[in-house]
């Protein structure tokens, strides 16, 4: 069975530093990660999708690498924000229209 | 685009009543999905369709129903609501490049 997790779950930075949230999932066979950022009372917001057959992906200040074979997926932000404060959640496609989700990692960036 | 949109955005409901939460989307996607959040458990599936009039479980159904009869609209039933419920449900599409977009959610209190 399929599980995710992300570590830590919540982490507090100081404006400007760079940081890096992790995602571990225990099988392999996935059809691809993506990363979501919910803000408190809100829906959910895609981030980044990375497809089973890619590395990684970048969107602005957001890189998302994958190493499959370790079970791994770590989403970096430069520069931080304190907009950049919220909840990020890794989800993982493991086919059959099935997504399963980690808990996430609860941000918050100090001014 | 108006995108996933979801009704009521808070609900109070009795032990033993019945509802339904309302999802729609205007982006034409075939694949909706219903899911339920919980504080540290992150989001589990409850039921998901890949398309008009086809629908199946996912890790949570029980107390649940779903039905599709068009494209746009993916309405969950809680058949008698029981405090176990009682959680933030999100609706979500799933677009042919397989990115999700999440509605706004819906808070659920049972008492």
């Known amino acids: 069975k399929q599980e995710v997790t992300q570590i830590p779950a919540a982490l507090s930075v100081p404006e400007g530093e760079n940081l890096v949230l992790n995602c571990s999932f225990t099988?392999?066979?996935?059809?691809?990660l993506q990363w979501f950022r919910q803000d408190p009372g809100k829906g959910l917001t895609s981030l980044l999708l990375?497809?089973?057959?890619?590395r990684e992906q970048t969107s602005g200040r957001l890189n998302a690498s994958l190493d499959k074979s370790s079970g791994r997926s770590t989403l970096y932000i430069a520069a931080s924000q304190p907009g950049d404060s919220a909840t990020y959640l890794c989800a993982v496609h493991t086919g059959g229209f099935k997504t399963i989700f980690g808990a996430g990692t609860r941000l918050f960036v100090k001014a | 685009n108006a995108g996933v949109t979801q009704t009521p955005k808070f609900q109070v409901l009795k032990t033993g009543q019945s509802m339904t939460l309302q999802c729609a989307q205007d982006?034409?996607?075939?694949?909706m999905s219903w899911y339920r959040q919980d504080p540290g458990m992150g989001l589990r599936l409850i039921h998901y369709?890949?398309?008009?009039?086809?629908?199946d479980q996912g890790e949570v159904p029980n107390g649940y129903n779903v039905s599709r009869s068009t494209t746009e609209d993916f309405p969950l039933r809680l058949l008698s609501a029981a405090p176990s419920q009682t959680s933030v449900y999100f609706c979500a599409s799933r677009s042919t490049a397989d990115t999700q977009y999440f509605g706004p959610g819906t808070r659920l209190t049972v008492l």
């Open positions: 990375i497809q089973s057959s890619q």
């Open positions: 982006m034409n996607h075939e694949y």
């Open positions: 099988d392999s066979a996935i059809y691809n």
């Open positions: 369709s890949v398309g008009a009039g086809i629908t």
